[in-house]
């Protein structure tokens, strides 16, 4: 064989020098962790509490206030009895095939994971419509965060946060958030400049402008995105149990080491009922509040 | 273009040529996703493809699908480390019906569960080494989501493991005592809650097993249930599912065989008795994780490092003329 060379074999780094770097980083995160772990964790309390506590709400409710609750939610937002009558009928044979409990525990941190989303995304969007600089540090940060293998930061945050629900919000939000953020900023930016000259000649301040007008008309973008990121946070379910998240990740997860079809099928199917219900919901809301625009432009 | 085709045409008849002589032909090896299995697969591969002229690959894999597709597709042709407990009935069955064949033990001293304290915990209180220990001082292990409550890290969802750690949870009643079971989702859960809370000097008790890197690097204190080992009943009933009255026992050691499928043992029995010799005692294995560990190391490294360090060991698995082969290969490397 051939002597090697740098021209037959990539230049690579030294292998001592390579472990060196990687256990130094290594050290430095553990070092980080011993340090400021629980300070961090005593951040993050409020949130745990309230997720525990919204848990707690969804699995001690009767199951029929549940379904009467959510039923009146679907049915205030679309307006479509067909759907509700769907989302009844889903809901009864997920109770009625044993999944009650996990679908709960699923639809709580979703629901939660989705406010975050939003709460956090929204204004992020707005501030990227309004600086071209914000816009260009954000997008490669919703890039990594889109494409980033969700082991690669999950374990890191379970060195620094424990298992359970915490580092799975984190998990699910980083993974859901970007679609929010990035349609956000897209509908802001897509209001037309014309009506925007409009408003601030009628004398329209800043913020006048931004709740009356730049909001309103970027709506079905806004909404678009955030029915994208409930759809993403769904499709997180069973990654999130693999740090502990109780829900219907876990049987899902059960039943692929076990290989038991059936189980992973129900499970999968259930997930897919929430995901229908909360995009059908957020789809039709969307829809209702560009027709009531419609309506009053024209 | 007439020669271009026709120099492929002679490369690729001088590569079949090459592979024909072999004796051996293509075997395939499961490397495990595990530090242990994936450092045996590797320590096989080396010496499969120069001591004995195999054309070998590595797959990917994992306890129960490389036995499943072991079993019903003849391939992978050798898992070098398999934990027969967690697919027993499988695997006996397999072995009856000629589909499988045990070659021996890849840890000769058999793995290791049971439920484990940080050995900080023990040096301050001695008595949290027992199981009445650890119920009384239930304070000390919090549970991950609710204060108030005491956690106890049982096994990943799905895995064997699952079934016998919450009989012996309930035939402890550790529920009494304010435990409740917490279901880490995976091994890189149950590992990073592990991991947590031995950085940071906090109480853990939970389900794992040796030897493993974790173990390896973080010491830990197995706890004794003061019940000695009920055979008979571990196996009839601890690790059922339907076990309605489970009672307290430790786990007994548990057996990692190297497995092939029966079509590769008989058409290689010079392999075949290799792989049936080669094994480890737990104590080399936690000696070469820990080294693993300590440099970061992947299976092909840790390899290298054990065939040029450990000659005393690997040379008796294998005849001296088998052995000069993998030397001199090993001297080029």
Same mark, same amino acid.
């Given at each position: ?298 | ?98 589909? !499988?064949?045990? =070659? &021996?033990?890849? *840890?000769? $001293?058999? +793995? ?61 009643? !550790?529920?009494? =005592? &304010?435990?409740? *079971?917490? $279901?880490? +989702? ?148």
């Amino acid at each position: 064989m051939a002597k090697e060379s740098w021209l037959t074999k990539f230049p690579a780094m030294d292998r001592q020098d390579l472990t060196a770097i990687k256990k130094s980083l290594d050290g430095a995160y553990r070092e980080f962790s011993r340090n400021y772990g629980e300070l961090i964790e005593s951040f993050f309390d409020p949130l745990l509490y309230f997720l525990v506590w919204f848990e707690k709400l969804l699995l001690e409710t009767p199951w029929w206030i549940v379904i009467i609750v959510v039923t009146g939610i679907v049915h205030l937002s679309a307006r479509s009895v067909k759907l509700s009558v769907g989302v009844v009928i889903a809901l009864c044979l997920i109770g009625y095939f044993g999944m009650w409990d996990n679908t709960m525990r699923t639809l709580s941190i979703i629901t939660v994971c989705t406010l975050v989303s939003i709460a956090l995304g929204i204004p992020i969007g707005i501030m990227m419509a309004r600086s071209n600089r914000v816009q260009s540090i954000v997008n490669p940060i919703l890039d990594i965060m889109q494409t980033m293998p969700a082991f690669v930061y999950l374990i890191p945050v379970v060195m620094l946060l424990g298992i359970g629900k915490i580092p799975g919000v984190i998990a699910v939000v980083i993974y859901a958030i970007p679609p929010v953020i990035r349609l956000t900023n897209l509908g802001i930016r897509l209001v037309d400049p014309e009506v925007l000259e409009a408003a601030t000649a009628y004398g329209a301040n800043k913020s006048q402008r931004l709740w009356g007008v730049q909001l309103p008309l970027a709506m079905p973008t806004i909404m678009a995105g955030v029915n994208q990121t409930i759809m993403m946070a769904l499709a997180m379910v069973v990654v999130a149990s693999m740090i502990g998240v109780k829900g219907l990740g876990q049987p899902v997860l059960k039943s692929i080491t076990n290989q038991y079809f059936t189980l992973g099928l129900f499970n999968g199917l259930a997930i897919v009922a929430l995901a229908i219900i909360f995009d059908r919901v957020s789809q039709a809301y969307a829809k209702r509040t560009q027709r009531h625009m419609e309506g009053t432009h024209s | 273009m007439k020669g271009l085709v026709g120099i492929i045409l002679i490369f690729f008849s001088m590569m079949a040529s090459a592979v024909a002589n072999e004796p051996c032909g293509k075997v395939t090896i499961a490397d495990m996703n595990w530090s242990s299995a994936t450092f045996i697969a590797h320590v096989d591969q080396f010496i499969l493809q120069h001591g004995y002229g195999c054309d070998v690959g590595l797959v990917p894999g994992d306890t129960m699908p490389t036995t499943i597709s072991m079993m019903e597709k003849g391939e992978p042709d050798i898992a070098p480390e398999l934990w027969v407990n967690s697919a027993r009935d499988a695997i006996d069955k397999a072995v009856a019906d000629k589909l !499988l064949r045990i =070659a &021996g033990s890849s *840890l000769s $001293d058999g +793995g290791e569960e049971g439920f484990w304290v940080p050995e900080y915990m023990v040096n301050k209180d001695p008595s949290i080494a027992t199981i009445s220990g650890v119920m009384a001082n239930a304070k000390l292990f919090k549970h991950p989501e609710d204060r108030s409550k005491s956690g106890f890290f049982g096994c990943p969802a799905g895995w064997n493991c699952q079934i016998s750690a919450e009989h012996l949870f309930e035939a402890l009643k !550790l529920a009494d =005592a &304010g435990f409740e *079971l917490v $279901d880490p +989702g995976s091994s890189a859960g149950l590992a990073g809650s592990l991991a947590k809370a031995y950085e940071r000097g906090e109480g853990w008790f939970g389900y794992y097993w040796a030897p493993t890197a974790v173990l390896g690097k973080y010491k830990m204190v197995k706890v004794d249930f003061g019940s000695g080992i009920d055979f008979d009943h571990f196996t009839s009933c601890t690790t059922q599912e339907e076990c309605e009255d489970p009672r307290v026992t430790m786990y007994p050691p548990s057996p990692v065989h190297t497995v092939t499928t029966e079509a590769f043992a008989s058409k290689l029995p010079a392999v075949f008795e290799y792989l049936s010799k080669r094994s480890f005692t737990n104590a080399q294995m936690n000696t070469l994780l820990a080294w693993m560990e300590d440099n970061q190391a992947e299976g092909d490294i840790i390899m290298e490092e054990f065939l040029n360090n450990h000659e005393s060991t690997w040379t008796l698995w294998v005849s001296s003329e088998v052995a000069t082969k993998v030397k001199k290969a090993l001297a080029e490397l």
